[in-house]
């Protein structure tokens, strides 16, 4: 069961199926992102875009690949959430997102609930401009609100840390300096942060804290990642490349570069010109208006707004059908049974199809989606 | 379906065999040669050239978290360069599982082991695991930093229970044997403890290292694991930390004990520099310990990253990193080190490291018990291993290179004075037949009947780095995969581990603990065979008992 539109129209899988595999054959410079999909259906999507020359991105890399520039270029102390629950008695929770980003922070942190009885001592929450509607958390201290204060506050709390002096921040000298007091006294502190908040520079700041920190005592960080599987796809990505999205095969071998491969900037340039757009963990359209043809992978029937060249309904991984996808509290891959199987395709299946349709390839790299229903399918790749 | 590889010089330890013969394959096996006269399907000229089992890595961090973070900490250090051949995509991807499979391939390996799954990355792991085409692998589970385990034995529960867990563990993260890194190391760290020896006790659980290595050892071999326990000592890398991998040799007691990259426990305080070779005493402890085998972890120069699950020693190297950046994860039990080096000819301490790895294989007596890692990637690449045996077979190879080294560093070492080289059986020994019989894989390593055809032809060239880079010949279950030194498509191999038979008690009181500490089912960690999403991708290999 596969419910499938041809400009807006409804068609037959099978038609739809062709007209996808005719319009990638058809590319020059296919761009598949979005890639919101589970890890068979990233597997799918980067050997069907080794095979075919594309460029990889992903509806979040802006957001992914500014912690992931701290990471590279100077190193990062990192936690889960469940380590921090168990063992963090100093939370520090920076910037106004972080709820919004992910609701269920709360219970991650433990912060919902009485602390676990082997749990060490009191806990202390610090929020750093957690911004004007930020609801109160039990036990909190504030420092600053709004977000734009963040990144001077942050070079102010290392100046401190370190015993020099700093400029005005919007918040007084003393708060500041009773923070870094209160930072050194921890034992096992956690910064919690999104980069949706703060640009590389500020998160690089928030690191070298910690870093500092750990002269002394034990610190550690946890970067609150975007949703859709995120860092799962960037797992697989890493590991079947070397390299996270934003990534071109155009010259037989995986290049990553952020700025050329960046999916928006290569629609508005009319550098790309057939899409590949996936989200399976909800019908969210492309950031942008017009552009190339669009062959629109999704949950569901929602429209996009333009209807895409061609858009074919895919099953929501751990719902429709079982997946592999990344679990945040453990910071591990985790296989997730279906909530509510069903027979739609899962992006794997569909990839498969839409690959075997183009011409045989004898090195086929991907196998399809771990699901139970793929056998009935019978969706494999020429392996 | 016959396959004949005819007239080769066939090296095969496990049998005493060393001489001009034939190899016979068919279904995916070595049969015993057909009377004479038989025709084979296929046959492959082998004359003048070199035949050995497939050869087996027992210790290679190849997959897994650590590995791919390392991957994202270092784009600027594996770049792709070269557009794919059109049979094996992504192989000359940088460093990716493709290019991984490709390479090991290429020089005749045929089976590796990934010695660092913490079980709660076992599925990740397994995954990469299963996009690394051509050879077979297998992880080690890692024990001894995670609170279950501790609470056990602070909690005094009794030998059984702990080698429930072990099986327990072993089965629901599909692997070979049971690894423990630093015991108790990293849970120390994370109360703030900054060096921990083995008589050391961990905090807020009562325990000491030793305990922790004991415990698991008895349990490994109570559960009937083939592999020994496989120790990553104390105070890696530290001057003078010759002593606790001696402490730990003695505390092998008559068990067996796997000690992993030695080299890196192999120095002692002499010298102007307060920092030595003590490759002598320890090869001297292991000489006569003859239930403990070791691999080396030997250092090449160059630049590599260090990926290890010793959170402790990692945080302490984070300041000596090339280039300076790292990543430190404090997860459940171990977390993870990620920390890129450069090891350079020129400078002493690098240059005393490379000695000691190669001392260690050259005053060990017992090609049986000494394996040749580079404990990849932490001391070089596992490319760099061809080189190694090169050194090792060929002393005057080591002469030159000892004399482009710090005459300061070679002094401190006993490297210069050793003229032992190995033999090609003696490589042989040590890449193929003992490292099976170490595993427990009693048809692999060797070219028996029944074997798994899993064979390396070589070139027999003087230059045996250049002969072992690249394969003139090899063979995955009968399969032809590389000609030429290049591989020629790809098959997906399987995943190799151990089911110990165990009292199922365990299960109710995993799932109970799984859903108190963490507030989840146990469920999630146990790898499915559905979740890989490739066919068969595991092999059950039998217990002792």
Not at chain 2, 513 to 539: M, N
Request: hydrophobic residues 45%; glycine residues 10%.
């Amino acid at each position: 069961m596969a419910r499938a539109w041809i400009g807006g129209k409804p068609a037959a899988l099978e038609r739809a199926l062709a007209e996808a595999a005719g319009l990638l054959a058809a590319s020059r410079c296919p761009l598949v992102t979005g890639l919101g999909t589970d890890v068979a259906g990233a597997r799918a999507a980067i050997a069907l875009a080794e095979r075919i020359g594309a460029v990889v991105d992903h509806m979040d890399a802006d957001v992914l690949l500014r912690d992931l520039t701290v990471l590279r270029e100077a190193g990062m102390m990192l936690t889960t959430p469940n380590e921090a629950r168990l063992r963090a008695d100093t939370l520090l929770l920076v910037g106004p997102s972080l709820e919004q980003d992910v609701p269920e922070l709360t219970r991650w942190l433990g912060l919902d609930a009485p602390r676990r009885h082997d749990a060490p001592g009191e806990r202390a929450v610090v929020r750093l401009c957690p911004g004007r509607a930020a609801p109160p958390m039990h036990g909190e201290t504030r420092i600053g609100r709004d977000p734009d204060q963040l990144p001077t506050l942050l070079a102010a709390l290392r100046a401190g840390l370190a015993g020099r002096p700093a400029g005005k921040t919007g918040v007084s000298a003393k708060a500041v300096a009773d923070l870094a007091t209160q930072l050194m006294a921890s034992r096992f502190g956690v910064a919690v942060w999104s980069a949706r908040d703060l640009d590389a520079l500020a998160i690089e700041m928030l690191c070298g804290i910690v870093a500092d920190l750990n002269a002394h005592t034990r610190f550690t960080g946890f970067p609150v990642a975007p949703g859709d599987n995120a860092i799962g796809v960037l797992q697989a990505s890493g590991w079947m490349t070397g390299v996270p999205m934003r990534t071109g095969f155009g010259r037989g071998y995986p290049e990553h570069d952020p700025w050329r491969f960046d999916g928006a900037r290569m629609v508005a340039g009319r550098e790309a010109d057939c899409v590949l757009w996936i989200s399976a963990y909800r019908a969210a359209p492309p950031p942008w208006r017009g552009g190339p043809p669009v062959i629109a992978l999704t949950t569901g029937d929602a429209a996009l707004g333009v209807p895409p060249a061609v858009q074919i309904e895919v099953g929501w991984p751990g719902v429709d059908h079982d997946a592999v996808e990344h679990f945040a509290p453990l910071g591990t891959l985790v296989a997730v049974e279906a909530t509510r199987r069903s027979e739609t395709m899962s992006v794997a299946d569909v990839i498969g199809r839409i690959a075997a349709l183009s011409s045989a390839c004898p090195g086929e790299v991907a196998t399809g989606s771990p699901t139970r229903t793929r056998a009935k399918n019978n969706t494999e790749t020429a392996r | 379906m016959r396959t004949r590889i005819a007239g080769g010089r066939v090296i095969d330890p496990a049998h005493g065999r060393d001489g001009i013969g034939d190899v016979w394959i068919s279904d995916g096996r070595i049969i015993a040669a057909p009377p004479p006269g038989t025709v084979a399907d296929t046959t492959y000229d082998a004359a003048g050239k070199i035949v050995m089992a497939g050869a087996i890595d027992i210790h290679s961090h190849i997959a897994g978290w650590n590995v791919n973070t390392a991957r994202l900490l270092l784009p600027e250090f594996h770049r792709a360069a070269a557009a794919r051949p059109a049979a094996t995509p992504l192989s000359t991807a940088g460093w990716s599982t493709f290019a991984t499979g490709c390479l090991y391939a290429q020089m005749g390996f045929t089976t590796v082991v990934e010695p660092a799954v913490l079980p709660h990355y076992a599925l990740h792991a397994h995954l990469e695991l299963a996009d690394i085409p051509i050879i077979d692998k297998a992880t080690l589970a890692v024990l001894g930093n995670d609170d279950f385990l501790l609470g056990l034995m602070r909690g005094r529960d009794g030998a059984a229970a702990i080698r429930d867990y072990v099986a327990w563990t072993l089965d629901a993260t599909r692997s070979l044997g049971i690894k423990v890194v630093n015991a108790g190391g990293s849970m120390a760290l994370k109360a703030n403890v900054r060096q921990f020896s083995f008589d050391d006790v961990v905090p807020q659980y009562g325990v000491t290292s030793r305990e922790i290595v004991k415990t698991l050892q008895h349990a490994a071999h109570d559960a009937g694991v083939p592999h020994p326990l496989h120790v990553h000592c104390n105070n890696l890398g530290m001057a003078g930390n010759v002593d606790s991998a001696l402490a730990t040799i003695a505390a092998a007691e008559g068990l067996p004990l796997h000690l992993a990259h030695l080299q890196f426990y192999g120095y002692g305080k002499e010298g102007p520099r307060g920092f030595s070779s003590a490759a002598a005493r320890l090869a001297e402890a292991v000489n006569g310990a003859k239930d403990v085998t070791i691999d080396v972890g030997q250092v090449m120069f160059g630049q590599t990253v260090t990926i290890s699950l010793d959170t402790l020693r990692q945080f302490n190297a984070r300041h000596q990193a090339r280039p300076r950046k790292s990543v430190i994860l404090e997860g459940e039990a171990n977390g993870a080190g990620i920390v890129p080096y450069e090891y350079r000819a020129g400078d002493f301490y690098n240059a005393v490291q490379w000695a000691v790895g190669l001392e260690l294989f050259l005053l060990i007596d017992d090609p049986w018990r000494v394996f040749f890692t580079t404990d990849h990637p932490n001391g070089a690449p596992f490319t760099a291993y061809p080189e190694i045996f090169a050194l090792l077979m060929d002393r005057d190879r080591r002469t030159q290179q000892i004399a482009t080294l710090p005459a300061d560093a070679m002094a401190v070492t006993t490297l210069p004075a050793i003229t032992r080289e190995y033999s090609l059986a003696e490589i042989a020994v040590m890449t193929r037949a003992a490292p099976a019989r170490l595993l427990g894989l009693d048809d692999r390593g060797h070219l028996g009947p029944g074997a798994v055809a899993d064979v390396a032809v070589y070139a027999d060239e003087r230059d045996r780095a250049k002969m072992f880079r690249a394969a003139a010949l090899v063979f995955k279950d009968g399969e032809l995969v590389v000609r030429d030194g290049a591989v020629t498509h790809y098959r997906w191999g399987r995943a190799l581990g151990v089911r110990p038979e165990r009292d199922h008690a365990i299960d109710q009181r995993m799932t109970r603990y799984y859903e108190d500490r963490f507030g989840l089912s146990d469920a999630f960690l146990k790898v499915t065979e559905h979740a890989i999403g490739r066919p068969q991708p595991f092999e059950l290999v039998p217990c002792a008992r």
